[in-house]
Every structure is written in C-alpha cells, then in structure tokens.
C-alpha cells in the first residue's frame, strides 16, 4: 500500500527553466511533509519541507506547494541548474504517530545544459 | 569529515551466511535509523533507537538485529542472508524523534549471491 506516490519515475528539463516534481499521499493523517534529493552513491540529503498549516514554503530556488484537499504536494525549481540533476524523494509523516517518514519511490530529474 | 559513515559500502555475500553493517555518526545526534531500499526504489524503515534504545521495530526478519552500544553507533547484523535480502541499507540519524531533516549514510550495497 504506497501512502507515498510519485507517479513520475523521470523528469528532463532545460537549463534555466522550471522543474516541477509531483507528489501524491492518500493518509490524510500525514500533516508534515519533506523533500530529499539524492545524488548516486550518496544518500539523500534534507531539501525542505512543509507542514500541513501551510500551503507554501519557498527557501531559495526551492518551494514546495501544498495542497491538503487534493492530498497533493509539489516541488518547484527556479530555475533549474545542470548540479540539480538527481533522484527526488518525497516523504510525510504524522506528528500524531510514530514520527517516521513513509517514502516515495523518487523521481529522477534530469537537467540538460 | 563525514556526518554519518556506513562500512562497507559494497558487501557480496553468499546465501547462509552472516554479515554485519557498520553505522556511526559524528552529528550528536540522539536518533538513529536503518532503512533498506528494495528493487522498486522505495525507502522503508527498518529500526529507529533513541538514546540506544530500540523505539521502532518494522516487520523485519528476526535475522535482523540492530545493535546500539552507544548513541553514536548503530550497526545492523544479519543471519542467514537470503537472495530477498539484496538491497541497498541506508543509516540515518536525526536530533530528535520528528522525523525532520535526517542525515543519511552513502548507503552499503548489500548482494546476496
């Protein structure tokens, strides 16, 4: 049962341009959310993240967007940079629960020069 | 100076026996975590200790223990491997039980052969 969908398994974008990478969830007692972003060989690394109180969280180049009645969040990247190239996780949580992460499958994203 | 160190990062093992994976962190942080990533991609939680004590323990084989001599190391042992058991094992650690902003190992690629 995946409570945590990237329906999205790659994504290639040009240089400079916006990059959206899409995340669904079907607990609705998730009620924080995060990005990772994984290089290979390397494990993922924190990008940023979101609680439930909010629909909108922006550090740098980097906002997520949170929309609670679609159970639908997305990354967005402006604008893109060939060292975004990786493997994007998202993840949610319960801070009513166990506190543990449940992760999505990732979505590689490609940025062409 | 690596935040969280995992040895070894490639371990080709055959079926039956027993292998151990190493886990420290350097961060001072209080939680650590061990998480397998299976042929689908998907993260999922193994093992969580706080303090060096076990707080969560998914349904996992009991030929996988955890063990925490202290709050900076949390190594994993296996018994019996099984071919099932190819993965890729990740170890994290996190300040406190929120499940925000894990720092990862670079992971140990374990095949069972």
């Known amino acids: 049962d995946q409570q945590v969908k990237q329906n999205s398994p790659s994504l290639s974008v040009q240089e400079g341009r916006i990059s959206i990478l899409n995340c669904d969830y079907t607990n609705s007692m998730f009620d924080y959310f995060l990005w990772y972003k994984k290089y290979p060989a390397e494990g993922p690394t924190f990008l940023i993240s979101?609680?439930?109180?909010?629909d909108k969280n922006e550090d740098g180049r980097f906002t997520v967007f949170l929309n609670k009645s679609a159970k639908h969040l997305s990354l967005h990247i402006v604008p893109s940079q060939p060292g975004d190239s990786a493997v994007y996780f998202c993840?949610?949580?319960?801070?009513?629960?166990?506190?543990?992460?449940?992760f999505g499958r990732g979505t590689s994203l490609i940025v062409h020069p | 100076d690596t935040a969280v160190s995992q040895t070894p990062k490639y371990l080709v093992t055959q079926m039956g026996n027993d292998k151990s994976i190493k886990c420290e962190q350097n961060?001072?942080?209080?939680?650590m975590y061990w998480y397998k990533q299976d042929s689908k991609k998907f993260l999922k939680i193994m093992f969580s200790y706080n303090n060096k004590e076990l707080i969560i323990n998914e349904t996992v084989p009991n030929r996988f223990s955890p063990k925490s001599p202290d709050k900076a190391h949390l190594n994993l042992h296996i018994n019996s491997l099984e071919l099932g058991d190819s993965a890729v094992y990740f170890c994290?650690?996190?300040?406190?039980?929120?499940?925000?902003?894990?720092?990862f190992g670079s992971g140990t690629r374990l095949t069972v052969v």
């Open positions: 979101i609680s439930s109180i909010k």
């Open positions: 994290a650690s996190s300040q406190d039980r929120t499940g925000r902003g894990y720092t």
């Open positions: 993840a949610a949580y319960s801070s009513g629960g166990s506190y543990i992460p449940t």
């Open positions: 961060l001072g942080h209080d939680t």
